[in-house]
Every structure is written in structure tokens, then in C-alpha cells.
């Protein structure tokens, strides 16, 4: 293994990090609302018109989960965010798959879907399934025709500007086929900040009878396997309710949150007494740590070279956002002020 830290200095420096990650946490905690009561809709960066329209909602005495699939609906339907439904970018056959899950408190239940192809909702889709089956996960070609039976329309989820993405990474791959490679004024910036993407969007929210709710949703890692599947529609890993202590998901590296069932051991935290924030920190620490039996999940200082984020609220209407590398901000309606604020962090980003 490159860089090789032996295993105990290894996890020495996890838990050493970690530890001090958690008590900046402590000091970030106050950010919480501490009144009972109120509504707080919670989401990753992108979620900023989703936790206004599911505030909205809220108000209107909707159901928390109506009110946060609506909001993330907006992100969907929007061709200029890459990382969800319409406008998200493909698998590496140039398809548009689409993995999503809905939670809801009160009921204990869920729906997810996942590789679902040519529909812009699936979080839609996830809550039939929910609604609609005894089944909590459907999957490829089945969820297709179950959206389908439900009156979802078949669309094009391939924008001009993904399909290009696209195609400049298939013509960047090997000298050894028989593609050119781009033109130079096409390997632009912009493309290459594609090469390694993915994201999500991650919406949660209380209401003001305390109950809880969340969905996540996606369109993965680009140029992904065809059927892959990330933590996004896995109940668990991409998002977890309880509606007796609260509700967490993510967005990031979905292989690695689905190895430690990362939104359960949020809210599995939360129930123990940690606050939203210090779950978040716990659980990304638990995964940092873990991570290290696996080498190529490491960079050259031996430390997780994947970004990972969670969402938490707990029963009371408190709120926190960490994640692994520092740097990034979550969206948050506190009743008052729609706002993204930053998110607590494991480790320091260099400069
Ligand atoms: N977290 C999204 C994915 O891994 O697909």
C-alpha cells in the first residue's frame, strides 16, 4: 500500500482527529432551534429552493414528506443541477439512471426506486411504492413499468450539456480505442469538473406536530456501471426516520455510507443523546475509520479521499450538517430565514 501508516498509528490519528472534530461540534451545537413545536426543514447545498418550498408546505399544515419530495421535486425538474433527475449526468452507456427514497415518520414506512431510467421524479415514484406496494425497493426495468402503471410519462433525461459531458469523458479514456480525444477548445474546465462527480439531494423536515420526514435523491456517480446502485434509495445508508428521535441522510460517496448504514447510526446517535451535529461527526468518524482496511479508498496522507455529508433533525427541531472533508454548506429553514449555513467537518481541507 502506498503511503502505508501502520494500522495502530492509523487509527491513533482517526480517533485523534475525529475526537477533535466532535468537540468543534459541541461548540457548533447551539445552532439547534431548542423550542418544541417548531418546523425545520433541513437540506444538502443544493436544497435551498427545496427547504423554501417545503417550509411553505409546512405552513400550510402539509405532510412533512409531501412537503420535502415537492421541494426536492424543484431540483428534478431543474436541467442545470447535474447531480438529480432531469439534467443529471449518465452512466457510461450514456443513460440517465435514477435512484431515490422517501421516509415517513409517522407511519414508519418507506418507497424507494433505483436504475430507474426516463422518469424526472423518482421520488415521486418512491412514494407510490411506498404507498402503493408491500414492497419498499423497486429496481431497473420494474420500477419502469410500475411508474409507468402509475401515469408517469416516459421523457428524455439527457441535456445537451450532460450528453456532452458525456461524450468528452468517453473520448478522454484510452489511447487505445477509436476515439480522438476532445478538441482542445472542448476540454474546457467546466468538463473536467465533471470527470469525478456525483452528488444528491438529501431534503428532511419536522413539523409542527414534531413529526418527521425525508427523501434523497439522485442520479449517482457519473459514468457509473450500468445498474449501479448508490446509498441514495438503500433506507439506512441514504436516509433514515425515526419519528421518535429524528431524521438523517446524505450525499457524497454512496459505496461508503452504504458499508456502515451511515443515516441509521445518525439517527442511532441522536437516540443515545447526541445532538444532530455531534451524530453527524460520529458517524462520519465511524466511517473514516473503517475506511482504512480499505487502501484505495485512501489519499497519500492515509485519510478518507472521498466526501461524505449528513442531515440530521431531531425530535426537538434541532439541526446540524457535517462532513468529512471541511468546506461545504447545507440549506436550512428555521422558520425564520431560509439560509445555507456551513457544515461541521472531520478533517481540514488543505488550501
Ligand atoms: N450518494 C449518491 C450516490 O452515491 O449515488
Not at 221 to 244: E, Q, T
Request: hydrophobic residues 35%; proline residues 4%; charged residues 25%.
Amino acid at each position: 500500500m502506498k503511503n502505508k501508516l501502520s494500522r495502530r498509528n492509523f487509527l491513533k490519528t482517526g480517533i485523534g482527529i475525529g475526537a477533535a472534530a466532535v468537540l468543534t461540534g459541541r461548540k457548533n451545537m447551539a445552532r439547534g432551534a431548542e423550542e418544541k413545536g417548531k418546523m425545520r426543514v433541513v437540506a444538502s447545498g443544493n436544497g435551498l429552493r427545496a427547504t423554501e418550498k417545503g417550509m411553505e408546505l409546512l405552513r400550510q399544515g402539509k405532510d412533512p414528506l409531501d412537503a420535502v419530495i415537492a421541494g426536492v421535486n424543484i431540483v428534478e425538474n431543474d436541467p442545470n443541477d447535474r447531480s438529480v433527475g432531469y439534467g443529471g449526468l449518465p452512466n457510461e452507456d450514456g443513460v440517465v439512471e435514477l435512484d431515490s427514497s422517501v421516509m415517513h415518520g409517522p407511519t414508519h414506512n418507506g418507497g424507494a426506486v433505483a436504475s430507474l431510467r426516463n422518469i424526472k421524479n423518482p421520488s415521486k415514484v418512491a412514494k407510490i411504492v411506498m404507498e402503493r406496494t408491500d414492497h419498499v425497493l423497486l429496481v431497473g426495468r420494474g420500477a419502469l413499468r410500475f411508474a409507468k402503471a402509475h401515469g408517469f410519462k416516459e421523457e428524455n433525461l439527457l441535456t445537451d450539456r450532460a450528453r456532452e459531458a458525456w461524450l468528452r469523458r468517453k473520448e478522454r479514456l484510452s489511447d487505445r480505442d477509436f476515439w480522438f480525444p476532445p478538441k482542445p477548445e472542448e476540454a474546457d474546465r467546466e468538463f473536467a469538473s465533471f470527470f469525478d462527480f456525483h452528488g444528491t439531494i438529501n431534503c428532511i423536515a419536522i413539523d409542527a406536530n414534531g413529526d418527521l420526514a425525508g427523501v434523497t435523491t439522485t442520479s449517482g456517480f457519473f459514468f457509473k456501471i450500468p445498474g449501479r446502485v448508490g446509498d441514495s434509495p438503500i433506507i439506512g445508508a441514504g436516509l433514515y426516520v425515526d419519528n421518535d428521535v429524528g431524521a438523517a441522510g446524505s450525499t457524497g460517496r454512496g459505496e461508503a455510507n452504504i458499508l456502515n448504514c451511515g443515516s441509521f447510526q445518525v439517527v442511532n446517535f441522536m437516540s443515545r443523546g447526541s445532538s444532530p451535529e455531534e451524530a453527524c461527526l460520529k458517524t462520519l468518524e465511524r466511517i473514516a475509520n473503517k475506511s482504512k482496511l480499505l487502501p484505495r479508498l485512501l489519499n497519500e496522507e492515509g485519510l478518507p479521499r472521498f466526501g461524505l455529508s449528513f442531515y440530521a433533525i431531531n425530535k426537538k427541531g434541532e439541526y446540524g450538517g457535517a462532513t468529512m472533508w471541511s468546506g461545504s454548506r447545507y440549506a436550512v429553514h428555521d422558520g425564520k430565514e431560509n439560509k445555507r449555513v456551513p457544515s461541521a467537518y472531520l478533517f481540514k481541507r488543505k488550501k
